[in-house]
């Protein structure tokens, strides 16, 4: 079945980096776009950033960009995001969610079940 | 990047309708028809309800409707029942990102 499973997270100091994976399987990665999205403790969804289906085009949220970096190994069905110059504001769940429709970019149709990333000293 | 407006809480009783706003601008919600809505229960990931604004993903309930008027998106369920107790969120695409709102909190009395 079509699948996202994320890792990477864990405890990290302010100021440092980590690199979250989303390991996909169950559909043709390649032909997908995928988003990052976050949740901090109690708070709503928030929107991080996404990768086109080819890896030629990225998009992120201000509150991440020139931080944050997202890519894709095809060859490895694996979505990662490089997270770099952590703030505490960072502490989030973290989700990958695969674009609904090929190709294209409209809508989170499949989420995996999180990892998450507590930015703290 | 605001975030879409959405109404913090909303209430309801079993078979009882309710429906959940969600106010942006003409830069997003007015402006494309990429609005989507998802349901998340405490400690669970989101799960899509509606996609392209009225569009029901195969096995969402019938119960799960939706539609938009200029700026305002808005999520409908109908014949309430106690598993939709939940939070419900709504995004939409704006200028190659995409916001989410606050969040909503569906209480089934």
């Known amino acids: 079945q079509v699948q996202l499973v994320e890792s990477g997270g864990g405890v990290v100091q302010p100021g440092r980096s980590l690199r979250l994976s989303c390991a996909a399987s169950g559909f043709t990665f390649s032909h997908y776009a995928i988003h990052w999205v976050r949740q901090a403790p109690g708070k709503g969804l928030e929107w991080v950033a996404v990768?086109?289906?080819?890896?030629?085009?990225?998009w992120s949220a201000d509150s991440v960009k020139g931080r944050f970096t997202v890519s894709r190994d095809d060859s490895k069905n694996t979505l990662y995001l490089q997270m770099n110059s952590l703030r505490a504001e960072d502490t989030a769940v973290y989700y990958c969610?695969?674009?609904?429709?090929?190709?294209?970019?409209?809508?989170?149709?499949?989420w995996g079940k999180g990892t998450t990333v507590t930015v703290s000293s | 990047q605001s975030a879409l407006t959405q109404p913090a809480s909303v209430s309801g009783s079993p078979g009882q309708s309710i429906t959940i706003s969600c106010t942006g601008t003409?830069?997003?919600?007015?402006?494309?028809?990429?609005v989507s809505w998802y349901q998340q229960h405490p400690g669970k990931a989101p799960k899509l309800m509606i996609y392209?604004?009225?569009e029901r993903p195969s096995g969402v309930s019938d119960r799960f409707s939706a539609s938009k008027s200029g700026n305002t998106a808005s999520l409908t369920i109908s014949g309430l029942q106690a598993e939709d107790e939940a939070d419900y969120y709504c995004t939409s695409y704006r200028s190659s990102t995409w916001v989410f709102g606050g969040g909503t909190k569906l209480t089934v009395l």
């Open positions: 392209d604004v009225t």
């Open positions: 990768i086109s289906y080819d890896g030629s085009s990225k």
């Open positions: 969610a695969r674009d609904g429709a090929p190709y294209s970019r409209r809508y989170m149709d499949v």
């Open positions: 003409s830069s997003d919600v007015g402006g494309y028809n990429y």
